[in-house]
């Protein structure tokens, strides 16, 4: 089975469950925030969500499609724009991102749809890809065909090589350049760079940001809900990343 098949088939068989154990209790409340929980990801995942903020005028860069990831503050802020835009009697009511967060079973169905965001991603490299190969095929002359197959794997095999030396650079250990020309030998206390080089790292990872109810945006360390106040400014994360060797 195709890895997008199953990964939807795990939600919706999840889904079904919990839908069933609701109806049996009799829970049409429940029920109906599951309709809505369903219909939240779906619309953040489509892009529909994306355009029903434009056209009520809110920002919402992190809703833009391709979508990069899926959680519990996104849901609450797409049900909250539907009960704007619906007004006074609106249906859509919940689920909270808390609600979300205290029940095991919400939280597993939002992951399970938010692994449909990497199978998408992976798609979409496997079709640039026969996209590029179409392209090669469409070229009649022979000669010219190989020169660009040879251009393409010599481009795939260099950046590689960077992507490795990129990161056997971070890995290095920091060294300090005053310690090594001082005329007096004074062995200057060095900062391990390694550390702040990690931190960098977490805070470019919106899975770890996403715990603190934080998110970067535009190299802007913010909070995802309430006020959007900003917890690091661009230019203090971009002095880190000088500092940690990065800049």
């Not at 808390?98 to 939002?110: A, C, G, H, L």
């Not at 790292?201 to 006020?227: H, K, M, P, S, T």
Request: hydrophobic letters at 40%.
């Amino acid at each position: 089975m195709a890895e997008a098949s199953k990964t939807q088939l795990d939600a919706e068989r999840l889904f079904k469950k919990l839908h069933d154990d609701a109806s049996r209790g009799g829970g049409e409340r429940q029920i109906g925030t599951l309709k809505r929980l369903e219909a939240a990801c779906t619309a953040l995942i489509s892009g529909e969500a994306y355009r029903v903020a434009q056209t009520m005028g809110t920002d919402e860069p992190s809703w833009m499609p391709p979508l990069r990831k899926l959680n519990s503050r996104m849901i609450e802020a797409y049900i909250r724009l539907r009960q704007r835009s619906e007004g006074l009697g609106s249906t859509w009511t919940g689920p909270t991102a808390v609600t979300i967060r205290k029940n095991p079973e919400f939280q597993r169905y939002v992951k399970l749809r938010e692994a449909e965001l990497a199978v998408g991603r992976v798609k979409t490299r496997s079709d640039r890809a026969a996209l590029v190969e179409r392209a090669l095929n469409s070229i009649r002359d022979e000669n010219s065909r190989s020169f660009l197959r040879l251009r393409l794997e010599e481009w795939r095999m260099a950046a590689e090589e960077l992507s490795i030396l990129k990161q056997a650079i971070q890995n290095l250990p920091a060294i300090s350049s005053t310690a090594l020309f001082s005329d007096d030998q004074r062995q200057e206390e060095i900062v391990d760079r390694s550390l702040l080089r990690n931190l960098c790292a977490r805070l470019d990872d919106d899975r770890v940001l996403d715990l603190f109810d934080l998110e970067n945006r535009n190299g802007r360390i913010i909070q995802q809900a309430g006020a959007g106040m900003d917890l690091i400014y661009p230019e203090e994360l971009a002095a880190l990343r000088q500092v940690s060797g990065l800049g």
